[in-house]
Every structure is written in C-alpha cells, then in structure tokens.
C-alpha cells in the first residue's frame, strides 16, 4: 500500500503522555453482520488492523460488546503485543442481549465486568482511555451520569484504567464529570450535516479535549447529498473521503476513527487524511449543515 504522507497530523490528549495521529482507525466493523459473531473473513479483518498500524495509525477505537467480545480478540490477534504508542479506547455502558439487542448496562457490576472483559480479550492489564457510554442510540439525554463515571473512576484508581473519556453526552454532562475526574476525549455523533455539537467542538478544543465523532457520513442511513457528491467529484475523491477530510479541517481536536472491513476501503480512508478540501469546497459542504438524513 502506498502510505499517505500524513495522517492528520498528530493530537496530544491535554495532561497526558498520549500523542495519536488524527486519522484512527474503529473496529465496530470486525465482527459480523449487526456486528454479531464472527466476520465473515477472520483474516481480512486481521490484515485490516495490521495495514492500518503499519501506515501509521496508532488510534484503535473498539468495545468489548462489539461482537460481543468478537472485535476485541480479533485486535488481540492481529496486534498483541501492541506497538509503543498504540492507543486502544474501548467504551462500557451497554451490553448484547441474545436477540442482538442492545441494552444499557450502567450498574456498578456491569461497569466492572465490562472492564474486566476488555481487559482479557485485549491481552492488556491497564485500559488506555474507557469512555462511559451513555445516551439514546444517536443523541445524547440529559440525566445525571455521577454514578456511573464514579465506579469507574474507582477503577481508575486501583490502576485498571489509565484514562477516561464519555460517549454520546451533553456539555452539562460532559463538565458534570469533570468534577468527578478528567476527561481527555468525548464521542458523539457529528458530521457535515449533523453538526448540533459545533459549540461543544470549540469549547473542548480551548480545553484540549479530544472530540471523536462516530459516524462520519451519516450513520446508518447514508446522507445523500447533491452538494457532497459535486464536492467530491471537483476533487477527485469519494463522498467519504470528503466527509473525513471535511472533518480533520473543521477543528483541530478531531480525531477520526471511521471503520471497515475491507483492505481496500481501509486504504482509500487513509487517503483522505491527505485530503486538502479549497474554500470554496468548505463553503459548499457547511451549507448542508442541519439537513436530515435520506
């Protein structure tokens, strides 16, 4: 493969030793079809993580209930013993029922049984950063997260966890925990034309805080768009590229994590991180903000 010539540049986690390069890399897309049990080629998806850590992405985003524990084993596989510098996040907060549900799990015991099951499928003994999911499936809901983030904030302290971080929350949420512990990375849902969070972006950024957005180009109904589409054509890229390269240059606290399970959609991902989108381009793209979903 041909390695882009960055990835984004890189990003420092404010207070910590943790430097990544803006363009990750997230595992949801290991596992099976509803991201149930096993891929369909277990050895794509290892040569997937590998390719990806060998061009330099050193951001792997994953949970222990991808699969469930499907995704995590496979990165196991593939990349065990980590390469220095390697920063694995993972994310508690839910649970698979066998219907392939998915279903909030906040109780002390499921925080606790969560992080031990990271723990052992990744072969690791201290998680890098755990993000405390929390939230409806694609937007946040405001409610008191003090009793979750507490428990793993004890975790943290009997040296399990190295870092946290919070998924699919509010700014009242997200400075709530502040008083609980430090909080180097949120996780929400964003992209060109879902931009609810631009404020939140800017302000955690002054911070120094990470902002990992999922769904870069619309989750689970692509966003269909005349304006992406045209952009992209000007350029030369896909729609996805576009919709990644739009992110990297909307804030400068933006790590991306988009996932595949595919080599060759993982290369044409990386590319986009060397992606410089014209003005002209940016002004086209920030015009669709606020459109819904096809």
Same mark, same amino acid.
């Given at each position: ?107 002390? =015991?499921?925080?606790? #049984? !969560?992080?031990?099951?990271? @723990?052992?499928?990744? +072969? ?7 993000? &405390? ?60 034309? =879902?931009?609810?969070? #631009? !404020?939140?972006?800017?302000? @955690?950024?002054?911070? +120094? ?7 870069? &180009? ?77």
């Amino acid at each position: 493969m041909m390695t882009p010539t960055n990835l984004g540049g890189s990003f420092t986690f404010a207070n910590t030793s943790m430097r990544v390069n803006r363009m990750g890399y997230g595992a949801m897309q290991l596992a099976g079809p509803q991201v149930w049990g096993p891929p369909r080629d277990r050895e794509e998806a290892v040569r997937v993580l590998q390719e990806a850590t060998e061009a330099g992405v050193n951001h792997i985003d994953t949970s222990d209930y991808y699969g469930p524990h499907v995704t995590n084993q496979i990165i196991k596989q593939a990349l065990h013993p980590y390469a220095d510098g390697v920063v694995i996040v993972t994310k508690v907060g839910a649970r698979r029922g066998p219907d392939k549900s998915w279903i909030q799990a906040l109780s002390r =015991q499921d925080l606790i #049984d !969560a992080i031990h099951d990271n @723990l052992r499928n990744l +072969g690791l003994d201290k998680l890098d950063v755990v993000n &405390l999911r929390v939230g409806d499936v694609l937007k946040p809901s405001e409610g008191s997260i003090e009793e979750p983030l507490t428990v793993l904030a004890e975790l943290q302290r009997q040296g399990l966890i190295r870092h946290l971080g919070l998924s699919n929350v509010t700014p009242r949420q997200f400075a709530d925990a502040q008083k609980i512990s430090e909080i180097v990375c949120v996780q929400n849902f964003f992209n060109v034309a =879902q931009r609810d969070d #631009d !404020a939140f972006v800017e302000e @955690l950024a002054e911070q +120094g805080v990470a902002y990992v957005p999922f769904f870069p &180009l619309g989750g689970f109904s692509p966003l269909q768009s005349s304006e992406l589409d045209a952009v992209a054509a000007s350029v030369g890229a896909t729609p996805m590229q576009v919709a990644l390269a739009w992110l990297l240059q909307h804030a400068s606290n933006i790590l991306l994590i988009p996932g595949t399970s595919s080599v060759k959609h993982l290369r044409e991902n990386l590319q986009a991180a060397a992606l410089q989108l014209p003005p002209e381009a940016i002004a086209k793209l920030d015009s669709i903000a606020g459109r819904r979903l096809a």
